[in-house]
């Protein structure tokens, strides 16, 4: 897998540290940065919304607000009505935003304190309040500001990041400015992406402000925005000898009394994916039912050890844990499952069994927990967990090795050296059975001879990618089934 292929996302000390890496030791000043970045705001800000009748720009007291009075500026310039809400003591105020604020003053815009004024519900609102430099929940005055632009009903243009939303993590600390649009500027923020961050920063737009290559070099990052296209690039074509022994076959164990669907959705997905041939370890009751849902499936009843090995003994890749259950006969599958040492992906109820320590990790395994299965292997809270993805992310992988994938909104996909982020999906995948189609998904692709990190990396992407054109046809009522077709379209 090249990271070339992706873009970048940085946290906030990693941005502060582009900047000044541009400021200092490529000798462009920090106001012609900060020039720029107003220059990209609001032509962002003419492109979408043409001639607003006005513009009312917050700005904070950092460089944030800077930004803001340079994009007053420029409105002001157009002949737009300007006024800028200014929060905080203007004492405070100092370095390129000092600067920023006296172009301003001395080409006549506006500035009001923002004690003295209301955000007005007419022409178009832009949030310079705070930026990279947010340093815990929003306070005083700056929630109040915030509450008035998410009330003012007009559209919202967020400079750089919205105020409140966490560059690190996407959390809304406190309150969070809802944008229409955000312009952020040298660096993409990895918290653009997580959690509940595409509620609140509308449509993106970057703008590089014309930092040479060379400060990305020197400060790297450790997360990438996946991209689909490159990682299908590495799936191989099939040649005209192509047969099913090429492809893998995978095996899935699961399908407890009462969750033979989730086996047969798992199954179902590693067939659409491209495995040779896959096979289910299930409860025998179960065989007809599968069988007579996907034909192409081999399903097998299990009850005991002699059943299962000949099953390990051929498979290629395994897929442990859709509808598994946690009884002994699922805690009996697993341990031969984990003690075969064949690839895995290991999911939801086997990761239950391994969180409640009736098994041991072992290395080379793909986990796919989502926040709750993570909180119960990390021994912390669901809340925990989604306060940082990032954080909680690596710990999960430093305690089991292999590769972590954390799935939800902004998925991350961990291995012990890189962090990857997959922001296709939608809130229509909260609905049972996504989670056993995507182990199914990665099981197929391991089973193609696809490494584990780019397995999961695919696989998630695919899968996310697949239930985004699903749910063109409506959110709600979006099934796992839906995706079906749609995995093997952008397979091809
Ligand atoms: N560095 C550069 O050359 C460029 C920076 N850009 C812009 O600068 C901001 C980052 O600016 P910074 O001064 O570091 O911080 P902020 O303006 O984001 O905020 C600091 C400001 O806010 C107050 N504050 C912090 N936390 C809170 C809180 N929880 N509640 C209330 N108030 C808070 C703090 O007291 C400061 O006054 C970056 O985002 C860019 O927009 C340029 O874009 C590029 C050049
Ligand atoms: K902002």
Redesign the pocket.
């Known amino acids: 897998m090249d990271l070339d292929d992706f873009e970048a996302l940085y946290t906030a000390a990693q941005t502060r540290a582009l900047d000044s890496c541009a400021i200092n030791d490529h000798q462009i000043p920090g106001i012609t940065l900060m020039s720029r970045a107003a220059e990209a705001a609001f032509d962002c800000l003419i492109g979408t919304w043409a001639q607003p009748e006005c513009v009312q720009v917050l700005c904070g007291t950092g460089n944030?607000g800077g930004d803001g009075y340079l994009v007053a500026d420029l409105a002001h310039k157009r002949g737009i009505k300007t006024t800028v809400l200014q929060l905080g003591d203007a004492d405070k105020i100092g370095g390129d935003a000092l600067l920023a604020r006296e172009q301003a003053l001395a080409n006549g815009v506006e500035v009001i304190p923002f004690d003295d004024a209301a955000v007005l519900p007419i022409g178009v609102v832009v949030?310079?309040?705070?930026?990279t430099g947010l340093g815990g929940d929003v306070r005083g005055d700056y929630a109040e500001a915030i509450a008035e632009i998410n009330a003012a009903g007009t559209p919202v243009l967020?400079?750089?990041?919205?105020?409140g939303l966490c560059a690190d993590t996407g959390r809304v600390l406190g309150t969070a400015?809802r944008a229409d649009l955000t312009v952020t500027f040298i660096g993409l923020k990895r918290g653009l992406f997580a959690l509940q961050a595409p509620d609140y920063t509308g449509e993106l737009q970057f703008a590089g402000l014309g930092v040479p290559a060379q400060v990305y070099r020197q400060v790297p990052a450790d997360c990438f925005r996946l991209q689909l296209e490159p990682l299908l690039d590495a799936m191989p074509p099939r040649p005209a000898t192509a047969h099913k022994g090429l492809y893998g076959t995978v095996l899935v164990i699961g399908g407890d009394y009462g969750m033979a669907g989730a086996a047969a959705l798992a199954a179902e997905a590693a067939l659409r994916c491209g495995a040779g041939l896959v096979r289910v370890a299930t409860r025998p009751q179960h065989v007809a039912a599968l069988v007579a849902r996907t034909p192409e499936i081999m399903p097998v009843g299990v009850e005991s050890g002699a059943d299962l090995q000949p099953l390990l003994d051929s498979a290629d890749t395994l897929v442990v844990g859709p509808g598994l259950g946690q009884s002994p006969w699922s805690e009996y599958l697993l341990q031969a499952a984990l003690a075969s040492g064949k690839p895995m992906v290991l999911d939801a109820d086997g990761l239950n069994l391994l969180a409640a320590g009736k098994v041991q990790p072992r290395p080379r395994m793909i986990v796919t927990p989502h926040p709750g299965e993570a909180a119960r292997l990390l021994g912390v809270s669901t809340a925990e967990v989604q306060a940082d993805r990032f954080a909680a992310t690596s710990a999960l992988q430093q305690k089991l090795g292999g590769v972590v994938v954390l799935k939800g909104n902004g998925s991350l996909i961990a291995s012990e050296k890189e962090m990857l982020l997959s922001d296709y999906g939608n809130p229509g995948m909260a609905s049972g059975g996504m989670g056993d189609v995507l182990s199914g998904v990665i099981g197929a692709l391991l089973a193609q001879g696809q490494e584990p990190l780019a397995a999961a990396a695919l696989g998630v992407c695919l899968h996310g990618a697949a239930a985004d054109i699903a749910a063109e046809e409506g959110m709600r009522g979006l099934v796992a089934t839906d995706l079906m077709p749609w995995l093997r379209e952008l397979l091809g």
Do not use: Y
């Open positions: 944030n949030d310079a309040l705070l930026g967020a400079v750089d990041i919205p105020s400015v």
